[in-house]
């Protein structure tokens, strides 16, 4: 019979076994510039085998996907982690979010950089399993900003908040990933901004906010 022990010691087995093919990834694309040729020749340079890639990924495609979700479970996370998140508003803990995540990103800009080149329109499959799980964050958000009536309840449209969020999130990122300011404090600026634009579109008077945000736009563009 196995152990509670034996299990444990086999999932971090799993586990380093997977970091392991992610960071032979990372190295291997940013130095080069390219995916490798085949899977077969990249476990080979890896020095691991090939039928344990297959364990864990069925593609470079997929471990493209896991580090960006990665990414998302690792800020939620830290959030959680912080035991004044829960008291927050919606509004705070969605400016929260960003701010925690942009911080996790800035640590692996040019791998993402990397997995984004054909751009963000273009990156909806490497991006799908994140904006699934990046949905039902909003979601709970919502819920919760229309039980404390933050988020006006609509009828017909207050199901589709969600895909509002997601939108904001990709603005977010596109506008990091072209950001050239220090530190990419025009990121922190833009972030702010569109939040509160996006509260005030889901909640009542939206007209100041976007006239703020369409100059601070023009001023970046």
Known sequence: ??????KTTEKKAKTSSAEKLINAYKDYVLTEGKEPPSIYQFTKSAKVDEADFYKHFNSFEAIEQQVL???FK???????????????SVRE????????????????RSFVSYILKGGIEHSYVVLKPFRAEYKEYAKVLV?????????????????KYDELFWLQLMFVLKFWMNDTSKDFENTDAAIEKAVNLSFDLVGKGA???????????????
């Open 1 to 6: 019979m196995e152990t509670t022990d034996s």
């Open 69 to 71: 979700l990665s990414y």
């Open 74 to 88: 690792e800020t939620l996370e830290t959030l959680e982690a912080d035991e004044t998140y829960i008291e927050y």
């Open 93 to 108: 803990k969605l400016l929260a979010f960003y701010y925690t995540w942009i911080e996790k990103l800035k640590s692996n």
């Open 143 to 159: 819920q919760e900003g229309i039980e404390t009536e933050e988020i006006a309840n609509r009828s017909m449209i207050s199901d």
């Open 207 to 221: 007209l100041e906010s976007m006239i703020d945000f369409g100059k601070f736009l023009f001023q970046n563009r």
